[in-house]
């Protein structure tokens, strides 16, 4: 009997609340809708806050409530993990109120929206771009903010991202082999661009032994007259890597690649 009081207690709130919110949506009081926005933001109900400020934000333009109810509005998507929607007003804010009340957090929030919804690896990375030029414009503007350090976390680790992009391509390279063209090659060049790009990755030591094992698989393959002077480039691949890793977790590996084209070096007539 208690827990089905309860119930119906709940159900009589439940009903007069979306009464209540019916009638707001039929009001034509702007101001009391934006009183009613704001306390639905406050009570965590942002479908509600954001339906109602998606209505008042245009007539606001150009008054004292323009800035707070853009702003708001932004922040409602973004609670319920719209991103793309909430990045997208917060750019606006920025960009319309670059002085504004809340530019350094809608800045900030712009960015971190673009982050979240930053790809997999595997896919385009444009969206990654962007999240990158947006925390570094962040970075730029509010060096001293308190969102300054999470921001450059945030961009090194979107940095990270593209960098893991590099490996798999030049791995993706490394595994065509002579399919349609001389893949190893480009495997090279993709890895050596990539430790340019990103000279502070935690991949560097995955690059490095990626083009070793390109130089290595393409000397295999090689035609027998121009073997010495393909391995002679797995040697000094080889030399690389242990200089750059000493200890690396591929040097038993690296180590065998060695052996075997100082032998093939040996053993094989010059060209």
Known sequence: MKFRNIYLLLLVLLVSGCNE???ILKSTDRDLKYTYAKNYFDKGKFDRS????EELV????????????????AQSYYNQKDYVSATQIFSTYYNTYPKGEYAEPALF??????YLDSPDPKLDQSKTYKAIAEFQ???ETYPQSDRAEMAKNYLFELQEKLA????LAAELYLNLGNYMGNNYESSVITAREAMKNYPFSKYTEEYQITILRARYEFAQRSKREIQPERFRMVVDEYYNYKNS????????EADKYYKE???MIENLPSA
């Open 109 to 114: 929030y712009s960015a971190y929206g673009m």
């Open 58 to 73: 245009p007539f606001f333009k150009g008054t004292g409530k323009a800035e707070e109810s853009l702003y708001l509005l």
């Open 261 to 263: 084209a100082q032998q």
């Open 245 to 252: 890793f000493p200890e690396g977790k591929y040097i038993k």
């Open 21 to 23: 919110y019916n009638k």
């Open 137 to 139: 414009n962040y970075i």
């Open 164 to 167: 893991y992009k590099e490996l």
């Open 50 to 53: 954001s339906t109602l400020l």
